[in-house]
T-cell receptor
Framework: AQSVTQLDSQVPVFEEAPVELRCNYS??????LFWYVQYPNQGLQLLLK??????LVKGINGFEAEFNKSQTSFHLRKPSVHISDTAEYFC???????????FGTGTRLQVFP | NAGVTQTPKFQVLKTGQSMTLQCAQD?????MYWYRQDPGMGLRLIYY???????DKGEVPNGYNVSRLNKREFSLRLESAAPSQTSVYFC????????????FGQGTRLTVV
């Protein structure tokens, strides 16, 4: 069975500073990896995904993530955050054979002016 | 294009009452999911369905039943609601193509008193 660990429940950061949101996963099978974002009182929307190939993937709103197989990590980064990036971010893993999609506990990113 | 539609958006139940949360998608997706979201717990998978007529338990299935009667619709039933089932419930769907992202409904906020 797969699982996802998001190491930080909250990350406060000032506007225009860089940010990294950490995600580690465990799985006995090959997986796909995703980052989703949830703005207040909304559903989730996809930021980016890793399927195969290049380990650095770029997503919407200037976010990127790097897949590290040896460390079983998929950390999310942005070089310069904006107030509008304030939201909850979820890392997720999908079993390639069953589509079963499991989420981490989320990281609340709070951007201060 | 409606995407994933959940009804109702809000519901208050008394302990012991039953209800069904409805979910429909118009994207011809094979996989559908029900999650619950609680503070600090992230999204936890209740049940998922990889195709019409099949369902599988997720991380927290106890107290719930599901029905996938056709490709479009995936309902979640609470037979005897308990206060511990107070949560925000999200339905999602995804295709079977490689690494297809999941699309989410807007959520149902359920309170059990």
């Amino acid at each position: 069975a797969q699982s996802v660990t998001q190491l930080d429940s909250q990350v406060p950061v000032f506007e225009e500073a860089p940010v990294e949101l950490r995600c580690n996963y465990s799985s006995s099978v090959s997986v796909y990896l995703f980052w989703y974002v949830q703005y207040p009182n909304q559903g989730l929307q996809l930021l980016l995904k890793y399927l195969s190939g290049s380990t650095l993937v770029k997503g919407i709103n200037g976010f990127e993530a790097e897949f590290n197989k040896s460390q079983t990590s998929f950390h999310l980064r942005k070089p310069s955050v904006h107030i509008s990036d304030t939201a909850e971010y979820f890392c997720a893993v999908s079993d390639r054979s069953t589509d079963k999609l499991i989420f981490g506990t989320g990281t609340r990113l709070q951007v201060f002016p | 294009n409606a995407g994933v539609t959940q009804t109702p958006k809000f519901q208050v139940l008394k302990t012991g009452q039953s209800m069904t949360l409805q979910c429909a998608q118009d994207m011809n997706h094979n996989s559908m999911y029900w999650y619950r979201q609680d503070p600090g717990m992230g999204l936890r998978l209740i049940y998922y369905s990889a195709s019409e007529g099949t369902t599988d338990k997720g991380e927290v299935p106890n107290g719930y039943n599901v029905s996938r009667l056709n490709k479009r619709e995936f309902s979640l039933r609470l037979e005897s609601a308990a206060p511990s089932q107070t949560s925000v419930y999200f339905c999602a769907s995804s295709g079977r193509q490689v690494g297809t992202e999941a699309f989410f409904g807007q959520g149902t906020r359920l309170t059990v008193v």
